[in-house]
């Protein structure tokens, strides 16, 4: 009887990791694929700096341990749990992006082995957080009964403070740049708009944050307590979530190696360009993880 | 405590979030700042391109020479066509050609040329001959 008992249960485990496994791949797919079919990304791979890949692969360590324990597979408890969830991920990241490589035959056989694994790497990255994403925004349906438990659960958790809030928005902001900034698109608009309009780029696009979480009625939509101002929460999270985005978007235009070279003027006009769907990234961020 | 504990906006700021939000602020007002001072500043200037020879060594198929473009002019540069002679007394002796994508303004894009001939021994220039607007 207990042996019985036992088995199901692990059964029940093992069917739903296979789900979570499933789903992580549907989400490595759902948002590495404008990557994985965009020239840049694979011509980047064989000549971008292996420093810069090295320290983005490094990074994307701590960023889906995190992610994962915040969101990640099977609403995980503990740090070992989450660092576990996030190696999948970032292996399923590495080969869902190698699968589809060599599916469009953008890698094949004759590649010498620096050039596909330049490539593979590169696309693993958003690969791994869209595995990390598509397994907590995929799931949603049948863990709506669990939602309530949640809610009280983060409310005792002290990682859903201030800084995971900027966490989100960093990684919204990320995953948006990554797949701009590799696009030519990036530069070519930087030269073509004035210093105007980045100037009135930089302000809708800070405008839209604000509006996107605070005013627009979305699911998950913050609202505002009645007694406080509306700047309260201007100064504390969108200025703060525009730095992030601004940030973010300098990083990623440095690993693809778009500012070398550059005059500072001109790099700030790519940021600034740039910055515009991180922005969007970030605000959806807040109300989608 | 607020009907919705996930809202985080009704928790009780800590100073820490104030202090991020100026230091955010001023971060925005100093991006902001610096882009209205160029504004007004500087003027648009017409692309204004010039060559310099960053190294020049013996490879495989000829003698490679690498220069920098650099553009001194306020206004961003595409498709910029750049045009290596090696020449002796006057004497056209070697020719060879490269197409630059973009070169901002105020940057420096790097290129190659490679020519049969040792540009050591003869007469070297390189200048951009022509260019598009972005």
Redesign the interface.
Known sequence: MASTQTRQTTRTDVDAFLRGIARGFAGALLFSIPMLMTMEMWFLGFYMSRERLLLLLILNMPLLLVLSHRIGFEHTATWTQSARDAIVAYGMGIIASAAILVLLGVVTIDMPPDQWIGMVAVQAVPASIGAMLGRSQLSMSDDDDEDGDN??E??EKPG???AT??FMMAVGALFLSLNLAPT?EM??LA??M???H??AL??IS?LLMHGFVYALAFRGS????QD?PRW??F???T??G??VA?AVSLYALWTFERLD???A??A?LVV?VLAFPAAVGAAAARLIL | MSSNPNNIEQLRPHWIEWLTGLVSLAAICAVIGWLAVDIWTTDDRQPELVARVVSAEKVATGFQVVFELRNRATLAAAGVEVRAQLSQQARLVEEAEVTFDYVAAGSTARGAVIFENDPARLALSIRAVGFTEP
């Open positions: 809610e009280d983060r409310e859903t403070s201030y809030e900027l030519e530069i070519l030269y073509k004035t210093p105007w980045a100037l930089a302000v800070i913050h609202s505002l307590q406080e309260h929460a100064i504390r999270f200025l703060p525009y730095v601004l070279g550059m005059a003027i001109e700030l600034i």
